[in-house]
């Protein structure tokens, strides 16, 4: 696998092909926010806030880094006021979801963010797909998934693979940004398969 050279804000990096731009980055210890992330699983590119501005011969241009791929002699900025201007928006538009989110509040810190410029949407939710893709890709459950589309989407759990798989497993909880999904397994074992939930309230 031959080597890529390129530059992160100002850095001479160098990276493997087939790398992305948030690869590249880590592998130089340089620091890129993600809420949408995860080592072991496919990039999904949701959430946006690992956006970044890559110059390619001599033309700029927005990308998210967590699915771009390197290529030789990029040019990589991760902060500009361009930059920090989306992520403080997106931040702002998450935090109308998940206002007590402690994640959300320290990039919020970071960037200047103001929890209350948009008006609540209380879905505790930011679609990120951790849980999703994690019970999907990595438990090969698919316990968990996206239902509805647009501003409408949520995630459920499947109460026929739910009520015999998440309550030995509960691998996804700690994933959730926002605390939102251990709420929802709650109210789903409640709701959808209470015979399930008393007997492991039993069990304790």
């Known amino acids: 696998m031959s080597e890529i050279h390129l530059q992160i804000d100002g850095k001479k990096v160098e ?8 690869e590249a980055a880590r592998s130089a210890d340089i620091f890129i926010p993600t809420l949408c992330h995860h080592e072991k699983l496919e990039p999904f590119g949701a959430c946006r ?8 011969r001599g033309r700029t241009k927005l990308v998210v880094s967590c ?3 390197v290529e030789e002699n990029l040019v990589v900025r991760t902060r500009s006021e361009k930059i920090d ?3 403080k928006t997106l931040l702002e538009l998450m935090l109308a979801h998940a206002p007590d989110s402690e994640q959300l509040q320290d990039l919020a810190g970071e960037y200047g963010a103001d929890k209350d410029r948009f008006e609540k949407e209380a879905s505790f939710c930011i679609h990120c797909g951790l849980c999703v893709r994690y019970c999907a890709e990595v438990k090969k459950k698919n316990a968990v ?3 509805d589309r647009g501003i409408r989407k949520e995630i459920s759990f499947i109460p026929e693979i ?3 798989e998440c309550n030995s497993c509960k691998e996804c ?6 605390s939102y999904l251990q709420a929802a397994f709650v109210l789903t074992e409640a709701l959808a398969f209470p015979r399930a939930s008393s007997q492991t309230a039993l069990k304790k």
């Open 15 to 22: 990276a493997k092909e087939g790398m992305t731009v948030l």
């Open 173 to 178: 909880f700690s994933l959730c940004p926002t």
């Open 85 to 87: 201007r989306i992520r």
């Open 67 to 69: 699915v771009y791929p």
């Open 145 to 147: 998934g996206f239902v």
């Open 49 to 56: 806030i690992c956006t970044v501005e890559v110059e390619v």
């Open 162 to 164: 739910a009520s015999k």
